[in-house]
């Protein structure tokens, strides 16, 4: 006997299949072939979908007959989507209110004086400049983005173009990739800047510090490979939200740590293994969250000494280096969240072992899994104190000899669930199940009350199966993985 799902199961489900297209012509060919199935899907189901990223339209002349037939398909069903549009690229009038995003290029600006008026819910302007003489105005409930890249070309060749990059009171955020900002005329730093990217750039200390200090509303700013003369002066800043790879100056590597005069409110910082900040975290007492990445030649002992300072308000610790001894953790009291951009199986079953009284959320952007299953499944099962285990993606299959390299079992799931009391939520990508398996995992969590978010796949035909079951126990399976992220964070 062939199942019959309810509507809001067959939703559900659908709603997953278009949820993960960013390009207008595969979220079309998607809803065109689902509109094929059946008259009650096309009157009940499909006007109901919506897709929660933004749509990219393609600004390449050649595709302008099939983007009509694209915009036409999802008008006629009424799929809901948010738009970003190239500036080269036609839209129909049908999707006018479903821009938000505008990217425009130099030679197309003078076309922003009318488009608050085009575009009634535009939210953003990108603007992508290749040279320096243009103007800007000022739209209510509009913020710009200004990214000046210019690999070959002299942008920033004067005084006058460092006033026009950063003196108009536009630009809510400014990215600028591959130029020389070599000279420091006195500036009007813009009030709207909240954001500032710098990459790969030669920039006049002077500059740097007199943009750091005099821009009041910064709240984030990103330096990478950035290229400079040596600092002689303490740098008065209270921006929040500090991602820092590399600053090579005369004397080498060096951090603008070493002049920031007042650090009390960072409360995040972005910063490569090679650059120790142990000895200036004591002093940021609004910092919450430290990322570690990884650089070539890594200060070993850095990312230990950080843990071992034991600082109450550094509850957040990213790493995205190797952690050589997960011991270390223990002499750390207010860590509560630990994520890995990778994390090899002994470091994870290390880390299960400890127990550790503080640590609730681990979470793990790719998982080797090159040992026993069933040695993982033991310490997970034993672990009393994580409360969310996010792992998002395995790697490096070869734990059982005859198995699929790409096969990780519902019942990998359902045993550590039969023991575990304490998991709340839980990440883990598995790709086969079967009807008893099914049943065995309905029973075990009749009798878990405990787990509340489970997200094991991103296919339909396991969606079929276990969505029901996590219904019947109020169970959020599948939840959006940006939304169970965020509330982890807020925790």
């Not at 050649?62 to 983007?67: C, G």
């Amino acid at each position: 006997m062939i199942p019959i799902f309810p509507n809001t199961v067959i939703k559900y489900i659908l709603n997953l299949s278009i949820d993960i297209e960013r390009d207008i012509y595969n979220l079309t060919f998607i809803v065109s072939k689902l509109t094929l199935i059946c008259k009650e899907w096309n009157e009940k189901i499909i006007p109901t979908l919506k897709t929660s990223l933004d749509i990219n339209f393609d600004r390449t002349l050649d595709k302008k007959i099939q983007l009509k037939r694209c915009t036409n398909i999802l008008a006629r069903y009424n799929i809901y989507f948010k738009i970003n549009l190239d500036s080269d690229t036609e839209i129909q009038p049908t999707f006018i209110e479903r821009v938000e995003s505008f990217l425009v290029y130099n030679s197309n600006i003078p076309m922003i004086s009318n488009i608050d008026r085009l575009y009634p819910n535009l939210k953003e302007i990108i603007v992508n400049l290749s040279n320096k003489k243009a103007q800007f105005p000022i739209l209510e409930n509009i913020k710009y983005h200004l990214n000046c890249t210019s690999p070959n070309v002299p942008l920033i060749d004067s005084e006058e173009s460092i006033e026009f990059i950063f003196g108009q009171n536009n630009f809510y955020k400014i990215s600028v990739c591959w130029v020389k900002l070599e000279f420091n005329p006195p500036l009007q730093i813009s009030t709207q800047l909240t954001v500032l990217k710098l990459s790969n750039c030669h920039i006049n200390s002077d500059l740097l510090c007199q943009i750091l200090e005099k821009s009041q509303n910064l709240q984030q700013i990103e330096l990478t490979h950035l290229i400079n003369e040596s600092f002689d002066k303490a740098l008065e800043v209270s921006i929040q939200f500090f991602h820092f790879r590399r600053l090579v100056c005369e004397d080498g590597v060096f951090s603008l740590l070493d002049i920031w005069s007042d650090k009390s409110n960072l409360k995040e910082i972005n910063i490569n293994d090679r650059l120790p900040i142990d000895k200036y975290i004591k002093e940021m007492v609004s910092l919450d969250n430290l990322i570690v990445e990884y650089s070539i030649q890594p200060t070993l002992n850095f990312l230990e000494e950080s843990i071992q300072l034991n600082v109450p308000h550094l509850t957040h610790l990213t790493i995205q280096t190797i952690l050589t001894n997960s011991n270390v953790l223990l002499q750390n009291h207010y860590i509560t969240t630990l994520s890995f951009e990778k994390l090899g199986f002994n470091s994870l079953i290390a880390i299960a072992k400890l127990n550790h009284p503080t640590i609730t959320t681990l979470e793990i952007g790719e998982f080797q899994l090159d040992g026993n299953l069933e040695d993982l499944q033991l310490h997970i099962q034993n672990n009393y104190t994580i409360k969310q285990l996010l792992i998002y993606s395995f790697v490096n299959w070869n734990f059982r000899p005859g198995v699929s390299k790409n096969d990780i079992p519902l019942t990998f799931i359902t045993e550590i669930l039969r023991v575990n009391r304490t998991l709340v939520s839980l990440v883990l990508i598995i790709s086969s199940i079967n009807e008893p398996n099914c049943k065995e995992f309905d029973q075990v969590l009749s009798n878990n009350n405990v787990l509340k978010n489970l997200f094991v796949s991103r296919y339909s035909k396991l969606d079929l199966n276990l969505l029901p079951i996590c219904n019947k126990y109020n169970i959020n399976f599948n939840p959006n993985l940006h939304d169970l992220r965020f509330q982890k964070l807020i925790k």
